[in-house]
C-alpha cells in the first residue's frame, strides 16, 4: 500500500489520517481536506445504495500519477487520497483527499485540483441503486469544466 493512495472497501478517520500527514514535520503550517459523502438523491431521484467499482493497480497508479502533478504545481509538504470501492450507503464517506503545505493557499488550491482531477480522471465506475431501477453515474459537464480550469482537457467527452 502506498503511503499516498488507499483503495478500501472500509471506512477512514479524518482525525488519524491528518495527524500521520502531520507527524514528525514541523514545517507544516497548513492542512487542507476534503471528504466527499453519497447522497441520497442525484439528477431528481431518490438513491439507495451507490456501488463504486475500479481496476486494482491501475486506479493506484492513476491516483499517484495526479499527486505527482499537484506536486509539481504547488508547494506541497505532503498529500494522502483514499477512495473507497464496494457498496455504500448514503452519509457513507466516499473518498478523502488531505494535503499539508507551509501555507494554507497552496493547501487549498492542491486539495481542490486533486478533487477536480480526481472527478473526472480517476478510473471508478459508479452504479446508483434508485426507485427505477440501477444505473450508471455519467461524469458531468461541470466536472470536466472544472478541470479545464487548471488547464487539463478531460477525455471523458
Request: charged residues 25%; proline residues 3%; negative net charge.
Amino acid at each position: 500500500m502506498s503511503a499516498r493512495v488507499s483503495i478500501q472497501t472500509g471506512d477512514f478517520d479524518l482525525s488519524a489520517e491528518v495527524a500521520r500527514l502531520r507527524q514528525q514535520d514541523a514545517r507544516v503550517g497548513a492542512v487542507c481536506s476534503f471528504i466527499g459523502t453519497v447522497r441520497d438523491r442525484n439528477d431528481g431521484q431518490h438513491v439507495s445504495t451507490m456501488e463504486l467499482e475500479h481496476y486494482p493497480g491501475m486506479t493506484e497508479k492513476a491516483i499517484e500519477a495526479m499527486i505527482d502533478e499537484a506536486f509539481r504545481r504547488f508547494d506541497l509538504y505532503a498529500a494522502r487520497v483514499i477512495h473507497r470501492v464496494g457498496l455504500l450507503q448514503p452519509l457513507d464517506q466516499i473518498v478523502l483527499v488531505a494535503v499539508t503545505s507551509a501555507h494554507r493557499g497552496e493547501s487549498f488550491k492542491a486539495c481542490e485540483f486533486l478533487m477536480d482531477y480526481l472527478k473526472t480522471q480517476a478510473p471508478f465506475w459508479k452504479k446508483e441503486q434508485t426507485p427505477e431501477g440501477a444505473r450508471w453515474v455519467d461524469a458531468r459537464v461541470s466536472d470536466d469544466a472544472a478541470l479545464a480550469r487548471w488547464g487539463i482537457e478531460s477525455h471523458n467527452g
